[in-house]
């Protein structure tokens, strides 16, 4: 079976990866001259609105994928009449738009903060005036690590922030104090089965993702299935989705979502029965989903910048080193770790291990 991917970064790469033992080939199509997907997958290498390449891909695949939701909203549509695409296109322009995918929890009943959509300097002004401060103002797409924000703290920073990031759709949204950032990893197939890996435990530093960890019987678990599942349901989803969360201690708000393998579930690929990126694989293409269950107690951490040294990783027990051959530069992530163990117990110290071998980015 052959499966195209919009997107040859390290999502597509591990995407790829994934495939292989299935017997699943891989094309990934991207812009760039030698994307890390391309080492392990045929490359169509233009543009995601170029309708010849859409077409080609079209024609060789079996069913389209996405290694991320920035991609014009015409690439999906013009393929989707040709071969299917999953997940579908209202997840995608669900997941693309921060304001869309607000409206979309709160028409699900899924708590968030409170939020207003901001198309100018005076609509801006009249959402703090309604939501208060501190509040963070976001652009509504192509926002990810923790760009294409401005906190705004005090009145003054209001025309500060308008005059970084406005003339582009906007989002305000409420500053909530939250005790830790949790994130959902789901998975529906094409016949309606639904899986969910534990919930995992998220630490950001400069809004960039350091360590996953997931937390078997979390007591926050069932609330954020039971959200996931509403999505899932709701967009008649095919594939793996994650859904960010912030605990605020009384209640679980979601944040955002990403219709889309994710960053904080690269830990699955040892610490999990079956990785997020093989049922994501095995959803698309209409084939039976794996096993959810954690192997052992497990972690994850990112590479940001530059990489440590091979070896003394390896020599770490229960150390799984992924690096994704990109160039190493400042706030790039260029590989993971997936640290893996017995015990939690355990599990702690191979990670302290593991976190002294980092260089600084």
Known sequence: MRVGILGGG????????AGHPLGLETTVLDPGEAPCGAAVAAHLRGEYDDLGLLRRLAEWADVVTYEFEQVPEAAPAELAGQVPVHPGPEALATGRDRLNEKTLFRELGIP???????????????????????????????GYDGKGQAVLREDGDVDAAWNEIGGVPLILEEVVPFEREVSMIAVRGADGAQRFYPLAENHHEQGILLESRPRPADPREADAVDY???????????????????????????????????????????????????????????????ATDPVGHSAMLNLIGVLPERADVLAVPGAHL????????????????????????????????????????
Not at 112 to 129: G, I, Q, Y
Request: glycine content about 8%.
């Open 10 to 17: 390290q999502l597509g790469r591990m995407l790829a990866l």
């Open 112 to 142: 968030t903060a409170r939020f207003a959509a901001v198309d100018s300097r005076d609509a801006l002004k009249a959402a703090v005036a309604d939501i208060g401060l501190p509040a963070v103002l976001k652009t509504r797409t192509l």
């Open 228 to 290: 996931a599942a509403r999505l899932l349901e709701r967009l008649d989803y095919v594939g793996t989705v994650a859904l960010e969360l912030f605990d605020a201690g009384d209640r679980l708000l979601a944040n955002e979502m990403a219709p889309r393998v994710h960053n904080s579930g690269h830990w699955t690929i040892e610490g999990a029965e079956t990785s997020q990126f093989e049922n994501h694989l095995r959803a698309v293409c209409g084939l039976p989903l794996g």
């Open 322 to 361: 992924h690096f994704y051959g990109k160039d190493s530069r400042p706030g790039r992530k260029v590989g993971h770790i997936t640290v893996r163990a017995d015990s939690a117990a355990e599990l702690e110290g191979r990670l302290e291990r593991v976190r002294r071998l980092l260089p600084a980015a």
